[in-house]
């Protein structure tokens, strides 16, 4: 389900510009602008129940143990919005 964008890139650029804020405050909030940026639904809006699209999806890791993807989409690579280093 692809939408009109309600986000510019610039504005989306203006708006996570100056944020200082750690990975864990801002990933989701962060991720949810890049949909509104590529017309795209968010997990919450496109799956209520999580079951194919979330955020901190449990998952096996393919080399032992558990662990989490930051964002999941069943049929995707699991993703991750780890932060850059600041210079």
Avoid: N
């Avoid at 510019?8 to 510009?17: C, L, N, S, V």
């Avoid at 799956?47 to 080399?63: I, M, N, R």
């Amino acid at each position: 389900m692809t939408t009109a964008p309600t986000l510019t890139p610039a504005e989306f650029a203006a708006r996570w510009r100056d944020i200082e804020t750690t990975e864990k405050a801002s990933a989701q909030a962060h991720f949810i602008d890049l949909c509104r940026m590529l017309g795209q639904p968010a997990p919450h809006e496109a799956d209520p129940t999580g079951e194919s699209y979330a955020f901190e999806k449990a998952l096996e890791k393919s080399v032992g143990g558990a662990g989490f993807a930051d964002v999941w989409k069943r049929g995707f690579s699991p993703g991750s919005t780890r932060a850059s280093a600041r210079t």
